[in-house]
């Protein structure tokens, strides 16, 4: 138990996947603009990161290396993975109406956010079990909404503020996520 | 998808390398960029790898777009781009796992770039196998040359080598902090924004 604490508080803050490990950098830059949107994408990318989590598990273990077909995963998860982002598109559109059109466009985005083909993956990679698996995944996620909130709070402010102009947009939203994963880096060295 | 008339060799180039260089100037395909430019000799693995998966699928997914129906072609993408994603991955582990295991994940994650899929619902969906495969070659030497260009950045001031070469001289104390992720954020930010302002000084130079 102290164990799988251990690991989601290292994924959330130690390793963060933006910060540390450069997973879903794309709608890091693109979604930040806004802290209403930024937390929206964050929890479809944290939910969808559980989801993609606990199903690739089993489709590993139990479909793939049975039929010896492991170098397979790649094609396998993302095809899943797809689905999967279909499928709660469908299930919000019907079920939580106000939900979906919060988060409409982003959804299909997740599909081609590597934060969620990277957990998959690294769950494989890293022989976690699949409880493991699930509690990484929706750490992972966490990290990745903490991440994004941040940003946004941050651009926010930057909207504001008298920039060179060729700094607006991109590279200076760039420089505060350097400036974040600097302060997260911290933490690191003092655990 | 309307067919439109392809451009010429030498435009498809000019857009790939400057124009609408995939990093600088589309800012594409990032997370890759950030995560592998710690050594020139990554940037040059990473960037021929992506260049070897567009240049393929662009030519897979043109010679094929009639067939594909519209309403699932971003599937069919994914499968296509995966597919050859595998390959390169078996290949470099088969042939140099070095470079394989310094990529990491980040060579299974091609598929997810959107500067493959990008191409492929841009370009090669709309016109003929030739000038698709061209288009793939383009826009994978641009990424290539510009991943090149901030890993050589990196790598000389983190470690002060150049393809694992000391350049610098031995009384400089490497800044270890660039090649840390703060390091590439940092770089990419400020060499996008100078990008940008050569941009703004052309442009301001065209219109007199």
């Known amino acids: 138990m102290a164990n799988i604490l251990m690991l989601a508080l290292s994924a959330i803050l130690i390793e963060n996947f933006v910060f540390v490990k450069f997973y879903g950098i794309c709608p890091f830059l693109g979604v930040s603009q806004k802290v209403e949107t930024a937390v929206g ?41 797809a689905c999967l982002v279909q499928f709660i598109e469908m299930f919000l559109q019907k079920s939580i109406p106000s939900l979906y059109s919060a988060l409409g466009i982003y959804l299909p985005l997740i599909t081609t956010n590597c934060a969620v083909l990277g957990v998959a993956l690294l769950n494989v990679q890293e022989g976690f079990n699949f409880i493991e698996s699930t509690v990484y995944g929706f750490a992972a996620g966490l990290g990745f909404l903490l991440a994004i909130f941040l940003l946004a709070l941050i651009r926010e402010r930057i909207e504001f503020a008298r920039i060179p102009k060729s700094f607006r947009g991109v590279p200076i939203a760039l420089i505060a996520g350097g400036l974040l994963a600097l302060a997260f880096s911290g933490l690191r060295i003092s655990l | 998808m309307s067919e439109k008339k392809p451009p010429s060799v030498k435009e498809i180039f000019r857009d790939g390398l400057l124009d609408r260089n995939p990093i600088f100037v589309q800012l594409l ?19 021929l790898s992506v260049t070897f998966v567009l240049i393929l699928s662009n030519l897979f997914i043109s010679v094929f777009r009639k067939a594909i129906p519209s309403k699932i072609r971003i599937a069919s993408y994914i499968v296509i781009i995966a597919g050859f994603v595998t390959v390169v991955d078996m290949l470099l582990q088969a042939f140099i796992p070095s470079l394989a295991s310094s990529l990491g994940l980040f060579i299974p994650l091609i598929v997810v770039n959107c500067l493959i899929l990008a191409r492929a619902e841009s370009f090669a969906s709309r016109h003929g196998p030739l000038p698709s495969l061209v288009d793939g070659l383009a826009m994978g030497l641009g990424y290539t040359v510009a991943l090149v260009i901030i890993s050589a950045i990196r790598e000389l001031l983190g470690n002060g080598t150049l393809l694992g070469i000391r350049v610098l001289p031995d009384a400089y104390s490497p800044a270890v902090l660039v090649i840390s992720p703060v390091g590439g954020f940092l770089i990419l930010g400020a060499l996008i924004a100078l990008v940008e302002w050569i941009r703004r000084l052309q442009r301001k130079k065209k219109e007199g």
Do not use: K, R
């Open chain 1, 41 to 81: 994408m964050g929890l479809a990318v944290t939910f969808t990161m559980t989801i993609a989590s606990a199903l690739t598990w089993p489709v590993y273990h139990f479909i793939l290396v049975p039929l010896e077909l492991e170098y397979l995963e790649t094609i396998a998860f993302i095809l899943l993975i």
């Open chain 2, 29 to 47: 395909g990032m997370c890759s960029t950030l995560a592998i430019s710690t050594s020139v000799l990554n940037g040059i693995g990473m960037g």
